[in-house]
């Protein structure tokens, strides 16, 4: 394996006191220890040459405590720090070619050409061994778990703790390499045929087999962890003899086309710095760190022979490397800071091959990737020249659109290579500083002129001026500080110190030089007069506010130092260097970091609030002050009447308070007002109110005093201040502190005090809102008569508690009968409303129409109708009554609706008497009643699931429905199938059939029409007839009707009288009295018993007539029985109506309001369930006749 043979093993031995320094402009690195081979000779009485042994591998604890050497058949163990042996271990019987610490640290293995591998513990100590076929090549625990991958020349195998025995597995080559990804789910094996073996760890199954165009050994190889800067993921990188190295994705997928050419065959190859940097050691004896990518950045180490092996320490910049001759390296690295600022954009130097421009306002950042070193970055304004190995390259800032992203373009590259150790770059020019040598190039690379100065160059800076005409301050090591410019080739010395320059700045007005020497002191000159402004000890750095010409910042010792103009500075802890100072953010370079510090100002404006300078203070204060010391500005600055500066402070914290008193200032200042009036609202807006309050009266404004005093609820001071004020100003003070007792929720401090200063209406609203009626009365009572207002309010309030006797007495001794009639009316005290009124007539209207809605609202209609017409208003009963009705119809309340049709016709039945033309309102609307009245029957068959009306009584509803005119909400369709319905019931198929007949012309509702469809069929089955005993008589003619005839007889043309319960046909035969005789004297006539002889009908002669009235004559009267007469005496202007009971069997009673007829059991019934009349509702009078009888008749 080894191309110098196996190597006799020679302990090494460390010279710990032998160290090196290299230096680069890229890095430094210092020698931490070495490890040199020494000659021994097994036997001392032998003289042989000595040997040396090859470092074949090294590996480092997790912590970096231990360094673990494979050299001769040995492990040595070597203190991580210092280098110093401390142990080692014999375990192998040949040379030792591998070693490798578990991820925790608590095992390490290493592996020998005994074909044995061994597991040792943390106290080094072997706990278990496992043999291969052949000689171990490499080693390699998970970076996750504690899997040990040993790899041998023609197998390898996978130890983990769980498992007591090793399963090998077969390769096509020779094992020489192999290492595991970051996450532990893969591991990887180079092999001498130039192929790579990617492997999952779960089930050591080959996911991706890589294979090199050279066929050349894979010597080493390794994964690189994923970097948030970085263009790929995680990565793997190996390096093969045909001196190449390769760059591939987890995938086993190549991510840079062509290999990357070294020139010497690779040995070892290791990431560093985190992923971040990549070392690869070799036959050309060199440790060359490589960026993550490829790019050469530089040799770390030049050894004397091949490097073997190369590991680098945990956690820190170290680097160890092996050689074949036995020697053992470390080496510390130490990047420099490669970056320049200007201004607001500070460039910086990241991954050795990027350049990244942060604009330090807004924290945003530029990347660019130069795929080159970088040896040195400048920044000026939007341009930005970076120094490669080979070129410079120049780029500008551009914003490509409105709403772009800026973004650096390459404009100029100049392929010349230049050894400087300062760069700065102009708007057209390039500056480069090499010891006492400025030269001047365009950025074509032309060279424009030369500066040689007298001594050394340690700072330079370009602080601006046009383009292509810029000026350049720059510091000597002999303590000159010159200006040039880059247009004009003559240098100009701006003053001199005693020590060399360290750091300088200008402010941004050019009045005032800063400079740091190199004893660490800062001093300030004023540029035009050459004068020392002052001096500060231990500084290493200085940096003027970029906004401010007098504000200075310094840093030095761990401390971080702000000063304004010539007063004394403020200190805080910080630790760097200060490069910027912009507003009142320093930005300071700590290590490789630059930090953002806010500092306060306060300490700053406080110093100049000191010595009264309020423009100076305000200037500073706009670079970034608390709320509170803009309050603190403000304040002081209104007292010393800087009203300007008080204003623009006050409207930095949005104070609309202090802007008012401003803006009031000002005009009282327009008016001529007395400075102690001025001062006096100051005092006043900043809680000196005691003092605010003797300026006021210092000035006469004794108003001013109260208003104070009274809006901060300081009534006692008020009334010790104005104790000899006048009476007026007293009562205000007064009716102020009752206001102030009312919000302090003292309402009765607060009514008493309203009493005494006479506001009687606020008093008696307070007592009102508490409920104090007794306070309430008693102050009524003390009052004058004349407050009307107020003891009109104490009476409505008395009314509302129900204390009507006292609210009576308070309206009537204020004379407001109306107030009293509405608190009778609002109680609904209708007897004590009704007294007023007859005492004062006019007020009728507003007693009675309340009234008449009240009676009308508990439905007792025909007393709200009296109601109505007491108060006058007649329309509005019919009014009331015709939405009463209409809102019945529309809720299928129809015996409602019947109802207030009656109501209607019989209000329009009154008014007749004066318009007779009303005559035909109230047959229209009588006969609405009916028929309302009648379909509520049908409506309630149809629409509830039972019914209590007799079939023959729904078809006597029907048949009377049938024949009249159409009423809104009187559904026909209804009727009609009522009809049809129990006319097959009873047998009425005649009729049945008339009402299918009729349906035929209408529109059925859906829900009828699959019952008619059948009933229909039903039908044709039956015959053409309709049962006798279902046949309407006529009691006048004697002469059955038909049924589907109408509601008069078809022979006589006799209308027929009806039962308004189940609407049959009554036997009564109207008659008329002749024309000669009174109603009194009818009444009497009908009354006189009839004669002894009298039999039959008297009206029978006229009744055979069938035609014309049935008149009756006095003799017909007085043969006529009283029980068989019934007399309807409908009021004015209808007639009297007579009518004979031809059956006298049959009981038949009228009601006496609506003069409906009815069967006698049948009206009795349903008064029993409904208690009245169930047409008009009115409760029928109950007759008592008192029959005197003695006992010889019972006997």
């Known amino acids: 394996m080894m191309p110098y043979g196996r190597l006799n093993e020679v302990e090494p031995r460390i010279k710990n006191r032998e160290k090196r320094r290299r230096y680069s402009s890229l890095f430094d690195f210092d020698l931490a220890f070495l490890i040199r081979p020494i000659t021994q000779n097994p036997d001392s009485n032998k003289s042989l040459q000595p040997s040396q042994c090859c470092v074949y591998d090294l590996a480092f604890k997790p912590d970096g405590s231990e360094l673990l050497v494979a050299a001769g058949t040995k492990v040595l163990i070597y203190d991580g720090t210092d280098g110093t042996l401390l142990q080692s271990l014999k375990g192998h019987k040949d040379l030792v070619y591998a070693v490798s610490f578990s991820y925790n640290g608590e095992n390490f293995a290493s592996g020998s050409a005994d074909r044995s591998v061994i597991i040792w513990t943390e106290q080094h100590e072997g706990t278990l061994k496992y043999i291969h076929n052949e000689a171990i090549q490499c080693l390699a625990f998970s970076p996750a778990t504690c899997f040990l991958l040993s790899c041998a020349i023609s197998d390898f195998g996978i130890w983990t703790q769980l498992e007591k025995s090793v399963s090998k597995q077969r390769t096509s080559s020779r094992c020489i390499c192999c290492a595991w990804s970051c996450d532990g789910q893969l591991y990887a094996i180079g092999m001498f045929d130039g192929t790579v073996s990617l492997r999952s760890a779960t089930n050591n199954i080959e996911i991706k087999k890589i294979e090199r165009p050279s066929g050349e050994p894979v010597w080493a190889i390794t994964f690189g962890a994923a970097r948030s800067t970085s263009t790929f993921d995680e990565i793997l990188v190996l390096v093969d003899w045909a001196q190449t190295a390769a760059f591939y994705d987890l995938e086993g997928n190549q991510l840079v086309r062509e290999d990357k050419k070294l020139g010497y065959d690779p040995t070892g190859i290791e990431f560093f710095n985190y992923g971040q940097f990549l070392i690869i050691c070799g036959s050309n004896h060199q440790v060359t760190l490589y960026s993550r990518e490829g790019t050469t950045l530089g040799t770390v180490a030049q050894m004397d022979t091949w490097v073997w092996t190369v590991k680098t320490r945990p956690n820190t910049n170290a680097v160890v490397v092996g050689c074949v001759d036995g020697t053992l390296a470390c080496y510390q690295l130490m990047f420099s800071t490669v970056h320049g600022l200007h201004k607001e954009r500070y460039a910086y130097r990241e991954n050795m091959t990027e350049v990244v421009v942060q604009h330090l306002s807004n924290q945003t950042s530029i990347r660019i990737y130069c795929n080159d070193l970088v040896r040195k970055v400048a920044v000026y304004y939007n341009h930005l020249a970076v120094q490669l190995i080979d070129r410079v390259e120049i780029y500008r800032l551009m ?161 971080l130092c702000i000063k304004a103009n010539n007063f004394s500075s403020h200190q805080q802890r910080m630790q760097g260097f200060v490069v910027r100072f912009s507003g009142k953010r320093v930005f300071c370079l700590h290590m490789f970091a630059m930090i953002a510090v806010e500092v306060p100002l306060s300490n700053q404006l406080y110093q100049y609030l000191e010595q009264k300078m309020y423009r100076e203070a305000y200037d500073l204060a706009s670079l970034g002050v608390t709320e509170g010391d803009w309050e603190i500005l403000g304040h002081d600055a209104l007292l010393n009447f800087q009203l300007d500066i008080a204003q623009k402070a006050f409207h930095r914290i949005k104070d609309a308070r202090y802007l008012q008193l401003i803006s009031e200032i000002k005009d009282m200042i327009k008016g001529n007002a007395k400075k102690e009036l001025i001062l006096g609202c100051i005092k006043a807006y900043e809680g000196r109110y005691r003092e605010a309050a003797i300026l006021f009266q210092k000035t006469g404004q004794e108003q001013k005093t109260l208003e104070m005093f009274t809006d901060l609820r300081m009534f006692d001071q008020a009334q010790e201040l104005l104790s000899s004020a006048s009476e007026e100003t007293q009562k205000a003070l007064l009716r102020r502190r009752a206001d102030w007792a009312q919000n302090s929720n003292e309402p009765i401090i607060a009514a008493e005090m309203f009493v005494a200063s006479g506001d009687y209406d606020k008093a008696v609203n307070l007592m009102i809102k508490n409920d104090w009626i007794d306070m309430l009365i008693n102050l009524a009572h003390r009052i004058d008569r004349s407050n009307v207002d107020v003891l009109r309010t104490i009476g409505n309030y008395l009314a509302k508690k129900e204390e009507y006797t006292l609210a009576s007495h308070l309206f009537q001794s204020i004379s407001d009968i109306r107030a009293v009639i509405n608190m009778y009316v609002g109680a609904a005290l209708w007897n004590d409303a009704f007294l007023v009124a007859a005492k004062h007539q006019k007020y009728n209207e507003q007693v009675y129409l309340p009234y008449a809605r009240w009676l009308a609202e508990n439905d007792r209609f025909d007393e709200a109708q009296n109601a109505y017409h007491m108060a006058g208003h007649d329309v509005e009963a019919l009014q009331v009554l015709e939405q009463l009705m209409g809102n019945a119809v529309q809720e299928n309340r129809f015996v409602d609706a019947g109802y207030y049709n009656w109501m209607l016709s019989m209000q329009y039945l009154e008014r007749c008497n004066n318009d007779p033309k009303l005559n035909e309102k109230f047959l229209d609307f009588s006969d609405k009643a009916n028929c309302y009245y009648a379909f509520d029957v049908i409506h309630k068959y149809l629409a509830e699931p039972f019914t209590s009306c007799p079939a023959d009584a729904l078809i006597n509803i029907a048949r009377y429905l049938a024949f009249q005119k159409e009423i809104y909400k009187i559904s026909r369709v209804s009727i009609l199938y009522t009809l049809m319905k129990q006319g097959q019931v009873l047998g009425a198929y005649k009729l049945a059939r008339y009402a299918l007949e009729q349906l035929s012309y209408l529109k059925i509702p859906r829900r009828f029409e699959k019952f008619i469809e059948i009933d229909a069929l039903m039908i044709r089955s039956k015959p053409f007839t309709d049962a006798e005993e279902l046949l309407p008589m006529c009691y006048r003619c004697g002469i059955s009707n038909p049924l589907i005839g109408t509601n008069e007889c078809i022979h006589c043309k006799t209308p027929f009288i009806l039962s308004f319960v189940s609407f049959e046909v009554l036997p009564l035969v109207e008659f008329v009295v002749s024309d000669d005789i009174n109603l009194e004297e009818a009444r009497q006539l009908i009354s006189t018993e009839p004669p002894l002889d009298q039999i039959g009908n008297p009206l029978q002669e006229q009744m055979n007539l069938k035609t014309g009235k049935v008149v009756a004559d006095r003799e017909t009267l007085l043969k006529l029985e009283k029980q068989q007469v019934i007399i309807a005496e409908w009021p004015s202007p209808l007639v009297t109506r007579f009518y004979y009971n031809v059956i006298p069997e049959i009981s038949i009673t009228q009601c006496s309001s609506c003069y409906r007829m009815f069967h006698a059991d049948d009206f009795e019934m349903a008064c029993l369930k409904t208690g009245a009349c169930p047409f008009c509702h009115v409760v029928p009078q109950k007759k008592i006749d008192h029959n005197f009888i003695d006992d010889n008749y019972i006997e």
């Open 399 to 559: 914003v490509e659109g409105d709403e772009g992203q800026p973004e650096y373009k390459l404009v100029e590259k100049i392929n010349r290579s230049f050894e400087c150790s300062l760069l700065v770059i102009c708007t057209h020019h390039l500056i480069l500083c090499q010891e006492r040598r400025l030269q001047c190039y365009d950025h074509k690379g032309l060279k424009q002129r030369e500066w040689l100065l007298e001594s050394l160059i340690r700072y330079i800076k370009v602080v601006g001026g046009p383009s292509g005409r810029e000026a350049i301050l720059i510091g000597l090591r002999n303590g000159a500080v010159c200006k040039i410019f880059v247009d004009n080739p003559f240098i100009t010395e701006v003053l001199r110190l005693k020590s060399a320059v360290r750091c300088l700045d200008i402010s941004h007005m050019r009045g005032k030089l800063a400079i740091v020497d190199e004893t660490g002191i800062c001093t300030t000159f004023d540029v035009k007069t050459k004068q020392l402004l002052f001096q500060e000890p231990s500084c290493n750095s200085v940096a003027w506010n970029a906004d401010q010409e007098n504000l200075l910042c310094y840093s030095g010792s761990g401390a």
